[in-house]
């Protein structure tokens, strides 16, 4: 019977990051076998999925709610199969709500439980720290910050390195002449980038109000938009760009977003940090239902919410490297009049780009995907 090894990424990032450890796996072992959750990525090497990633696209706590009765279904299903599988070990990659669920099932077991991409403690749910020490064998964090936080709260975390830095090594982009070439459009355009994340709950709340702010540019400048799409969602997530066919919008890649645009408008998330290390101007859009942003107010420590300001600027620091517009800010409008200074004053675009490529400059090189492989294969 071969070995097995259990895996969680709930989201498109932790498929991608995921997918990074377990091909490094697989070359050196493979004669594992691994099931659980994941994306395109994780199938893509031939793992067992029970659910895919584009079903867990669930954020804020009241889609929780409604979601309720399908989480107990996936989480019931997940344990039946981790009873007839019997992995060896189980790797949690960030998604802490239903990973610290199963991270407490598996320590019962006695499995070991690796978990990837720690929560994000640190800015909210510090009491997660708790069931992190109780149930986590070995907590594997991407900061080096979070090594600190976590000796505070009695735990050794292992600093292994960011799998976005990784991830770009391996990109290989066309110059923005052939870029242009490709599709048609003229080199005096300005170029914005439009990344509305990869929830569709996210999307729904933010989307609409870039491409409102999106009208407003395209009627003072000649704009292209780059749209990067989430791959795990269907065309219906995305009907609202039927309402905008009077602007020009080029559907690619979202490194390619970063690589061309002068400007990104970005959902927080991953993204703000893989635009840092492209060094390309940003703003910062979050947006939630009203009750959940309430919530979040009581439950969020930090004065930034980006990781592009988290890493440019401390975690605990008020300043700001690009904008950060929030809820009642994250409108249409003033997305348009914080883009318009950036796109007016080539000074302010400029130093924006310096910081955060001196942020980019001083984060590790180190490879994740084959640091986590080769933790993993010590249980086995």
Known sequence: MPKMLFVLAGEVSGDMHAAGVIAELLKARPDIRVFGIGGQKLRALGVDLIYDTAQMSIMGIFDVLKQAEFLRRVIRDLKEAVLRQKPYAALLVDYPGMNLI?????????????????????????????AIRSHVDRLLV??????????????????????????????????????????????????????????????????????????????????????????????????????????????CSAYEVM??????????????FESLCFGVPMIVVYKTGTLNYLIGLLLVKLKNISLANIVAKGLMSGDRAVPELIQYEANGVEIYRHARVILEDP??????????????????????????????????
């Open 102 to 130: 199963m991270a407490r099932f598996f320590h019962k077991l006695g499995i070991p439980v690796i978990y990837y991409i720690s929560p994000q403690v640190w800015a909210w749910k510090e009491g997660r720290v708790k």
């Open 142 to 251: 991407i900061f080096d910050f979070e090594v600190e936080f976590f000796r505070r709260h009695g735990m050794n975390a292992e600093f292994v390195g960011h799998p976005v830095i990784e991830e770009l090594a391996e990109v290989a982009l066309p110059s923005r002449d052939l870029f242009i070439n490709k599709h048609a459009l003229s080199p005096d355009s300005k170029f914005i980038g439009l990344l509305p994340g990869s929830r569709k709950q996210e999307i729904g709340h933010i989307l609409p109000e870039m491409l409102k702010a999106a009208r407003l540019l395209s009627r003072e400048y000649s704009t292209v938009f780059l749209f990067g799409r989430a791959p795990n969602l269907d065309e219906e997530v995305y009907r609202v760009l039927s309402e905008y066919r009077d602007l020009s919008i080029i559907e």
């Open 259 to 272: 690589q061309y645009s002068e400007l990104v408008l970005v959902t927080s998330g991953t993204a703000t």
């Open 347 to 380: 000074n302010v675009a400029k130093a924006m780009r310096l910081e955060l490529l001196a942020a980019r400059a001083k984060l590790s090189e180190i490879s994740p995907s084959h640091r986590v492989a080769s933790i993993l294969q010590e249980y086995f």
